[in-house]
C-alpha cells in the first residue's frame, strides 16, 4: 500500500530512444509534481498538475511530456532521450503538510 | 527571488558529536520551511516542518526570520543518521512549489 509509488525504478536505454516513467498516489492528494535529482544530488521541480491540470512546467525540453489521465496518475513521457536526461526522476504528490515522494526511477542513457 | 542555500555540500562528525546542519533562505512574507531526508538509495522523507515544531529522531529546526535561517539541530549524532538532507522552501502562490536547497550530506563516523 505505498502512497506514491512510480516504475520502473531503473532504466537503461539508448540515446534517441522514446521512454515513460509512470506514478501513481493513492492518498487522494489533488497535485502532483515531477522532480529531477541530477549527478551532483541537485532536486529541481519539472512539472507539477493539479486536479490534471498543468500548473508548473519549469523551462523543461519539450522532448519531455507529463500526462494526467486523472489525479491519481502523473505518468512522464521522454522522446529522444539524450545523456544529459541521466538522472533520477522522483514523483511526489502534496497535502498541506508537505509533499510525498516515490522511490525514484534512475534513467541511464548510453 | 525564493531561493535556499544549504552552505555545506559534506558535513563529517564523529557518533555523539553535536550536528547543525545549515539553512538559509530567501523570501518575501512568512515562509513555510521544512527539512527532507535521504538515505543511501531511499525516497526522500519529510523529516520536519517548521509549523509542528515537532523533533522527529531527535532533530529539531527553529526559524530565525532576522537571520532568514532554519538550521537542522541535533545534540548526539548517531551513525544511523548519515544521510543527505534537504531544506526546502514552500513556494509563494497556490503552485505548492516546493524549492530544495543543495544538499548537505551527513556522515556520521564511529
Known amino acids: 500500500d505505498t502512497a506514491v509509488s512510480q516504475t520502473p525504478k531503473y532504466l537503461v536505454t539508448q540515446m534517441g530512444n522514446d521512454k515513460s516513467i509512470k506514478c501513481e498516489q493513492n492518498?487522494?492528494?489533488?497535485?502532483m509534481y515531477w522532480y529531477k535529482q541530477d549527478s551532483k544530488k541537485f532536486l529541481k521541480i519539472m512539472f507539477s498538475?493539479?486536479?490534471?491540470?498543468?500548473?508548473i512546467n519549469e523551462t523543461v525540453p519539450n522532448r519531455f511530456s507529463p500526462k494526467s489521465p486523472d489525479k491519481a496518475h502523473l505518468n512522464l513521457h521522454i522522446n529522444s532521450l539524450e545523456l544529459g536526461d541521466s538522472a533520477v526522476y522522483f514523483c511526489?504528490?502534496?497535502?498541506?503538510?508537505?509533499?510525498?515522494f516515490g522511490s525514484g526511477t534512475q534513467l541511464s542513457v548510453l | 527571488a525564493q531561493r535556499v542555500t544549504q552552505p555545506e555540500k559534506l558535513l563529517s562528525v564523529f557518533k555523539g558529536a553535536p550536528v547543525e546542519l545549515k539553512c538559509n533562505y530567501s523570501y518575501s512574507g512568512s515562509p513555510e520551511l521544512f527539512w527532507y531526508v535521504q538515505y543511501s538509495r531511499q525516497r526522500l522523507q519529510l523529516l520536519l516542518r517548521h509549523i509542528s515544531r515537532e523533533s522527529i529522531k531527535g532533530f529539531t529546526a527553529d526559524l530565525n526570520k532576522g537571520e532568514t535561517s532554519f538550521h537542522l539541530k541535533k545534540p548526539f549524532a548517531q551513525e544511523e543518521d548519515s544521510a543527505m538532507y534537504y531544506c526546502?522552501?514552500?513556494?509563494?502562490?497556490?503552485?505548492?512549489?516546493?524549492?530544495f536547497g543543495q544538499g548537505t550530506t551527513l556522515q556520521v563516523k564511529p
Open positions: 526546502a522552501l514552500w513556494g509563494s502562490g497556490n503552485t505548492g512549489k516546493l524549492i
Open positions: 498538475y493539479n486536479n490534471k491540470e498543468l500548473i
Open positions: 511526489a504528490s502534496s497535502h498541506a503538510s508537505g509533499l510525498f
Open positions: 492518498l487522494g492528494h489533488d497535485t
